[in-house]
């Protein structure tokens, strides 16, 4: 289990949750769950990217608990749930799955977001019943559906050969990051955000990273590079938003182009200037106006029943 060294004032701090509860997958995976603000309101339900967790989102949920039921958990072996050797696109959308099955009441509509390999996750899940179930809208940030490595610009190669196989080595080395230092940040910001990113969002998201463990790094990095998940874009049917950070070296602009394509209900593409991967931390405020756009839209258009459903018991909290 990871090393929880997020930051701890400002902005991205995350805030304490109104209840935890763990959720657990079909193979026996532990997930550590987090809810927060109203149990009434409308939900939105935040899926991280690797090498992340819960405190990634602390810009969303500090804003968006005030009016929100705002459900965040963390991927298996980031955050406090627990590694597991099934490291698999299965395996993120049975996880995604048991989230929101011990989360959401049945029938009841949230808004699932997904950044990076939480937008994996939500594409992994795309044609299972559950997910259909229970997503009203999706909002996909920074994030791509296949050839990852192939298209990635962190190391600046123009060979593309070359710059393939260096990516794949530099992305699932076993190597320790280390504490947080000058250097550190810096190569963070380089991979990861824009070159106008502020110093307190690189410390929030370096402090981040560096606490996810160096085997759990490796072992998604290997699934990330061999990832493929085109056709479960195209069973997407939820209607579905795409940002993208103009500046992403991890996952450029094509990606989010070619989903916003390809998705059956593509609400369109926001490619955000001078932005890099971490979009969330970088542009929060335009984040949290999208999520509350499709919640407005698409969850709470029925007066007086979030999620345009009724409210029966959800599945009792885990230990």
Partial sequence: MSRLTHV?????????????????SADGAR?????HGPENAPPVVLAHGWTCSTAFWAAQIRELAADHRVIAYDQRGHGRSPASPACTTQALADDLEAVLAHTLARGERAVIVGHSMGGM???????????????????????????????????????????????????????PLGPVTPVARSILKYATMGAGSAPHMVEACARIVHACPRAVRHAWALVLAHLDLDDGVRELRAPTAVISGASDRLTPPLHARALAAALPHSLGLTELPGMGHMTPV??????????????????TDTPGRAGGAEAPERIKEGS
């Fill in 31 to 35: 997930l550590h769950v987090e809810v």
């Fill in 282 to 299: 970088e542009a929060p405020e335009l984040v949290n106006e999208k999520i509350r756009e499709l919640v407005t839209a698409y969850v």
């Fill in 121 to 175: 996750s939500v594409m992994a899940a795309s044609a299972r019943p559950r997910f259909r179930e229970h997503a009203a809208a999706v909002l996909l940030c920074s994030t791509g559906s296949s050839r990852l490595v192939a298209e990635a610009r962190v190391v600046p190669l123009r060979a593309v050969a070359v710059r393939t196989w260096l990516t794949a080595h530099v992305l699932a080395s076993r190597a």
């Fill in 8 to 24: 701890t004032t400002g902005p991205y701090a995350p805030p304490a949750p109104a209840r935890e509860l763990t959720a657990v």
